[in-house]
Nanobody, 123 residues
């Protein structure tokens, strides 16, 4: 049982910054990777940024140089720092935690998703 909760979404003016937070809790044995995805209406969900347990990061070309994905392992928290926001960044942002967790009497590896948080960039 793992719970994933995102926060920090909202409306921001183009060129501004926003910081999303994602906190994982529950019967976590280990976290293998954390990432942020986004989905705009009529479009496929896409990877925005991810970070592995070894601190290897991956960014979508569209956000590279503008977004970063800091983490706080002690708090099971990952952030998405978004700078120089563009209208095209408007989407629902989802946090994904790839973790090994205790589920009942078994230990499973699974992708746990947050509920999503809306980010709207205005002109």
């Amino acid at each position: 049982q793992v719970q994933v909760v995102e926060s920090g979404g909202g409306l921001v003016q183009a060129g501004g910054s926003l910081r999303l937070s994602c906190v994982a809790s529950g019967s976590i044995f280990s976290i293998n990777a954390m990432g942020w995805y986004r989905q705009a209406p009529g479009k496929q969900r896409e990877l925005v940024a991810s970070i592995t347990s070894g601190a290897t990061t991956d960014y979508a070309d569209s956000v590279k140089g503008r977004f970063t994905i800091p983490r706080d392992n002690a708090r099971n928290t990952v952030y998405l720092q978004m700078n120089s926001l563009k209208l095209e960044d408007t989407a629902v942002y989802y946090c994904k935690i790839s973790a090994t967790a205790d589920r009942g009497s078994t230990r499973v590896y699974y992708d746990y998703w947050g509920q999503g948080t809306q980010v709207t960039v205005s002109s």
